[in-house]
């Protein structure tokens, strides 16, 4: 059975830095693109930023401020996040591609000012 379990998320303060973690199970995950998506209260989940299954080195979403990262060989997919702002307070998914989209039950962030 395919799975994906983030951990990591939490309470943070503006401007400080978290990492997110997305341990995958049941699948060879060099054989996919992955990525991160997040979902704040009353909006539509929105992504983040993705690594193709042939993607070269971590990639920097549209913000800058966040990098996402694969270790194929301990089967994990990383979101670092730095700089805070309220504005990133959401729910963080761990996605996969392929023939079907495949999800995390994701994890709670909440930034503090």
């Known amino acids: 059975q395919d799975q994906l379990v983030e951990s990591g998320g939490g309470l943070v303060h503006v401007g400080e830095s978290l990492r997110l973690s997305c341990k995958t199970s049941?699948?060879?995950?060099?054989?996919?693109?992955v990525g991160w998506f997040r979902q704040a209260a009353g909006e539509a989940r929105e992504k983040i930023g993705c690594i193709s299954a042939n993607g070269g080195g971590p990639d920097e979403s549209a913000n800058g401020r966040f990098t996402i990262s694969r270790d194929n060989a301990k089967m994990t997919v990383d979101l670092q996040m730095n700089k805070v702002t309220p504005e990133d307070t959401a729910v963080y998914y761990c996605?996969?591609?392929?023939?079907?989209?495949?999800w995390g039950q994701g994890t709670q962030v909440t930034v503090s000012s």
């Open positions: 049941g699948f060879s995950l060099a054989n996919y693109g």
């Open positions: 996605w996969r591609g392929g023939d079907y989209d495949q």
